[in-house]
């Protein structure tokens, strides 16, 4: 069995991914892998079903609360919660069950814990089946001659093996999910495909964004419109109803202030009121494919709002996988038309991450080069020389500058525009 499986084409590939993973894994840290840890422990350790509101229950002088705080340490909905506790539950029998609370109490000494590298190995494997399954299924949007590529660049992608095995995030959760979903549309298999975006928006909420479009193309009366609509919405909404009437959900996630920050750019219109160019641009993409007779396909307006979202938005760094099959579609489906563009693009978010705290990037490496944890950040550094502010919004607005450009692209050609 094992020699016939040497002979398919993806097995080496494979194996040098998982490898390049394996490494990532214990050797890369992010403190925000704390607070992910910390509430599966809950549900792993403690059985805790309503996490918010044993979160706003915890006392001041416990020690996750003095060392952590608990305002913002989890700010996801409910599903999200209970897919990290059954990921706990599945390493639980090889983790040593002190760890979190010794974690809560001793912070700063984090890499004198006996078996750390273990632990964060632990703490990151259930990732590593998630993204093995979605670098085949990206692969399938393909056909024959480009499946192999695709299946390469998904492996060997920077931003899967940034996000998910260097800072520990769950982006690839929701990110699986709206690549699942471009395959059910592939298939014109559209009930699930609406499923899946509204089970990868009870991860994170940016698949929510996609809903509106994809039920407007696929419906062909107001009836099928809103049908689709609802199976788009109603795996979201269940997963959230039975904690609406929780003060601390609604506090933490509902309405969290990093649930806003498309709206953070604004133009003002009077002294107290401003008009959004994210909804804006949002409003009009999604009349357009409600009312236009030639529309476009449900994967460019995905792209497209994508593309928006990233350019009026101070983003963090793990998000940039949410845009980042958007832009290797492109990239393989044109041919490599736009390489040098693309490649632009993921350069500015390299230089935007580059930027932020040293956490956030070679300050990473603190597990295995302990002195990173003191090292000052890059950003500090360009500070002496110029503002380095300036530099980020010069950096940000050619991204912005790119993403016009592929817009416009996709508008002009949009009497061939289909979907993957």
């Known amino acids: 069995m094992l020699s016939n499986l ?40 403690e059985g805790r079903i309503n996490i918010y509101d044993h979160l706003a229950s915890l006392s001041s002088t416990h020690p996750l609360v003095k060392s952590m705080g608990v305002g913002d340490i ?14 706990r539950l599945l390493v639980r029998p090889l983790a040593n069950p002190n760890f979190m609370p010794w974690i809560w109490t001793e912070n700063p000494a984090a890499l004198s814990f006996p078996i750390f590298h273990w632990h964060l190995f632990l703490f990151k494997l259930p990732y590593l089946f998630i993204d093995v399954l979605t670098a085949f299924i990206f692969a399938k949007l393909f056909d024959e001659k480009k499946e192999k ?22 982006d690839i959760l929701p990110t699986f999910f709206l690549i699942l979903s471009l395959y059910f549309i592939k298939k014109k298999n559209y009930p699930s495909s609406l499923l899946t975006l509204g089970i990868g928006g009870a991860f994170k909420t940016f698949p929510l964004l996609f809903i509106f479009p994809a039920a407007f193309v696929l419906g062909r009366t107001f009836k099928e419109k809103v049908k689709y609509l609802l199976l788009g919405f109603i795996p979201y909404f269940l997963t959230i109803a039975p ?29 107290a009121e401003v008009i959004y160019p994210f909804l804006i641009i949002l409003t009009f993409l999604y009349l357009h494919s409600f009312y236009a007779k030639n529309k ?45 563009l693309i ?19 070679y300050g990473l490496f603190n597990p295995i080069f302990p002195t990173l944890s003191h090292a000052a950040s890059l950003s500090d550094l360009v500070n002496r020389y110029t503002n380095v502010f300036q530099l980020k919004s010069i950096i940000r607005s050619f991204f912005a500058g790119g993403a016009i450009f592929l817009s416009y692209f996709i508008f002009r050609n949009s009497y061939e525009d289909k979907d993957i």
Not at 23 to 40: E, Q
Not at 165 to 170: E, K, S, T, Y
Not at 248 to 271: C, D, I
Not at 311 to 337: A, G, M, R
């Open 149 to 170: 590529l695709a299946f390469i660049l998904w492996l060997f992608n920077p931003l899967t093996l940034y996000a998910t095995f260097m800072l520990g995030q769950i």
């Open 343 to 361: 490649t632009m693009m993921f350069f500015t978010w390299f230089f935007i991450t580059l930027l932020f705290e040293a956490s956030l990037s």
């Open 243 to 271: 904690y609406l009437t929780s003060s601390a959900f609604r506090q933490m996630v509902l309405f969290s202030p990093k649930q806003a920050k498309m709206l953070f750019m604004g133009w003002n219109v009077s002294g």
């Open 6 to 45: 040497t002979k398919k084409w993806w097995f080496w590939w494979l194996i040098a991914g998982v490898i390049l993973r394996l490494v990532l894994m214990p050797t890369t840290f992010h403190p925000d892998l704390w607070g992910h840890s910390s509430v599966a422990y809950f549900f792993a350790y």
């Open 74 to 87: 989890f700010i996801y909905p409910p599903l999200t919660y209970f897919t990290l506790g059954i990921f």
């Open 296 to 340: 476009l396909s449900i994967f460019s307006y995905e792209a497209l709002i994508m593309f928006l979202t990233f350019s009026v938005t101070h983003y963090h760094p793990q998000w940039f996988l949410w845009i980042t099959p958007f832009l290797l579609v492109y990239l393989i489906k044109l041919n490599f038309k736009f390489t040098l």
